[in-house]
């Protein structure tokens, strides 16, 4: 029988908890994935919304047995994986719901026979209207951080690593995410003076690296591609700290900028290694660490988890202090949605 999500996931020890609408939908997903034979998920969007569905393949990789893919959605469509089949969770995110690309991919998947989920801000969206299952997050709009972005899509893999595992620590997860809003508030207050201060020394930076590894690539990545490049037009490259030393080390330097994150979790002997090398050599390196996060309130083999969760706000805030330091709001582009590309 098919069990609901956690009541304290809707309501705990008085916090606001989560829109039953979201419950629902969450719900009606997960119990169409325990009706089939999953053999393998596909994670398939672009640019931030495939960084931000990254962390769901690094824990379903990790802790499951179930092969695993992040796809940027054209490729997806355009590879054809021999792999996808009827068997297959194919789960796909678009902000707005209306990346081309990513709609594509909805549809190349449904049409294979694969069990489709989308992620998006807008139900009525084409992505959502494509899809099979929904599940719909509230943005900007002042609710609990539980109905964000963040908030649905840490539940739904909750529920999905729990349904593939059978482990009960994935409940408490569940549980936990109540804390979710205090969370994120409490580790963008610690880091919001930091954060300033890098925007400040970096603001006539061309060029700022980022480096990580584990969950917190995807971090990583997109702080480079979304963030950076897209947003304050400064060249950059993500550099897996595990591959730092098999080519990229070599454009250290005392005047080169980089942007390390120390996760939480198995790779932070990566990071560590990384970072005791780059802090040799150059002078301009910030370190976001990951296991210095306020985590109150969540178990300590639950920080792995909430480590990624937490990160990304975080992150948000160097973009900020370098946007308000260069003059450059985030908000400016020079070519997306202005023209055909």
């Known amino acids: 029988m098919t069990q609901s999500l956690s009541q304290s996931a809707i309501k705990n020890n008085g916090k606001e908890g989560m829109k039953q609408e979201h419950v629902n939908q969450i719900q009606n997903a997960i119990s ?68 081309p690309e990513t709609v594509k991919a909805a549809t190349y998947a449904r049409n294979i026979g694969a069990l489709t989920v989308a992620i998006s801000m807008d139900t009525e969206s084409p992505l959502c209207k494509e899809a099979e299952y929904v599940l719909h997050y509230n943005y900007k709009d002042g609710s609990n951080a539980i109905d964000g972005e963040i908030g649905i899509y840490y539940t739904f893999i909750f529920k999905l690593l729990k349904t593939l595992t059978g482990d009960e620590k994935y409940d408490r997860g569940i549980d936990q995410l109540s804390n979710l809003e205090g969370l994120i508030e409490s580790n963008q207050e610690k880091h919001k003076e930091a954060a300033f201060e890098f925007g400040k020394r970096n603001k006539r930076e061309k060029t700022i690296y980022t480096m990580a590894s584990g969950a917190y690539y995807h971090h990583a990545y997109s702080f480079t591609s979304c963030l950076l490049m897209e947003m304050l037009w400064i060249n950059s490259n993500a550099i897996h700290s595990g591959e730092y030393f098999h080519g990229p080390f070599e454009i250290t330097d005392y005047d080169v900028p980089f942007l390390l994150i120390v996760g939480e979790g198995p790779s932070k002997p990566l990071d560590q290694r990384a970072l005791d090398f ?27 988890y909430f480590g990624p969760a937490l990160a990304g706000p975080v992150m948000r805030l160097y973009a900020d202090g370098l946007a308000e330091h260069t003059g450059h709001p985030l908000s400016v582009r020079r070519y997306m949605w202005k023209m055909e590309y």
């Open 32 to 99: 169409a994935i325990e009706k089939k034979n999953i053999q393998n998920v596909f994670f398939v969007a672009c640019g931030g919304s495939m960084a931000s569905l990254s962390f769901g393949d690094y824990f379903v990789t990790k802790d499951t047995g179930k092969p695993s893919f992040v796809y940027t959605s054209n490729e997806f469509v355009h590879s054809e994986p021999k792999g996808l089949n009827e068997n297959s969770l194919v789960i796909l995110r678009s902000h707005s719901g209306t990346t």
């Open 278 to 304: 780059v802090t040799k050599y150059s002078e301009k390196v910030e370190v976001v660490d990951v296991s210095k996060f306020d985590y109150s309130g969540v178990d300590d083999d639950l920080k792995e």
